[in-house]
């Protein structure tokens, strides 16, 4: 074989080795880095979910608090409207029951089972509705 064909097949082995090589340092380069985003993607879906989770915790803990509030405030609203005269105006109620603004507290009467009634000059009254059946029959 003639020598510049020896050479010229080594250089082109050369050249095929070098590219293979070439590929394969690419193609390892690649994964590398699709792995090193992957993992990168999944911290932070970790991170996301754990946050998501902590807000989650944070705002059923809030909801309890307020719900707990609320059940309180209907509950007190209950004992008083059972003791002493069958109805109560709204300003003795707003008085013993603090924190709530007016229709906030009309809620929580009628969560609590009470009933609106209008005494002389329109004053608002409240009384529990098994404590006032007759006046209820009244207005049917």
Known sequence: MDDKLFAALIAAAAALITACISYLAARLKIQSDVSAQTDRLRHEIDQGERKIAA???LQ????RTELRTQFMAEEAIRE???SAQPKRSFEVIERRVGG???NELRQLLVRAGAVRFYGPNNRELWGLRERNAPDLEEDR
């Not at 059923?60 to 909801?63: A, G, N, P, Q, T």
């Open 55 to 57: 807000d989650l915790k």
């Open 60 to 63: 059923e803990e809030r909801l």
């Open 80 to 82: 008083l409207l059972r």
């Open 100 to 102: 709530f603004d007016g």
